[in-house]
């Protein structure tokens, strides 16, 4: 099974964007489903994003449709998670998530049984 670190999370300015990836090593990343999740202080790990394993298939949580993008590139075996209008609500560890299925994308983080280790994201107000 794959193998999967994160990259890209920072300090930003309320407004501003940044692009995270999710590198997996091992093969096979093309039948995989792949999830971001998110956790802030004192809270529970909750959904962003997910994408199927054909790329053409993605849902959002509502708090950050319209303002997120996921992607993946199957060639580079990377999802992206590019990050628009980033909001102080938005601070929290993001963690990539995958599961081996031709079916999906989840909501679920029941669903995914391979995770990253977090990349820290930090909006400023």
């Known amino acids: 099974q794959v193998q999967l670190v994160e990259s890209g999370g920072g300090l930003v300015q309320a407004g501003g964007s940044l692009r995270l990836s999710c590198a997996a090593s091992?093969?096979?990343?093309?039948?995989?489903?792949m999830g971001w999740f998110r956790q802030a202080p004192g809270k529970e790990r909750e959904f962003v994003a997910s994408?199927?394993?054909?790329?053409?298939?993605?849902i959002y949580a509502d708090s950050v449709k319209g303002r997120f993008t996921i992607s993946r590139d199957n060639a580079k075996n990377t999802v992206y998670l590019q990050m628009n209008s980033l909001k102080s609500d938005d601070t929290a560890v993001y963690y990539c998530?995958?599961?081996?299925?031709?079916?999906?994308?989840?909501?679920?983080?029941?669903?995914?049984?391979?995770w990253g280790q977090g990349t820290q994201v930090t909006v400023s107000s």
């Open positions: 091992g093969r096979s990343f093309s039948t995989y489903t």
């Open positions: 998530a995958a599961r081996r299925t031709f079916r999906g994308p989840f909501q679920s983080l029941n669903e995914y049984d391979v």
């Open positions: 994408i199927s394993w054909s790329g053409g298939g993605t």
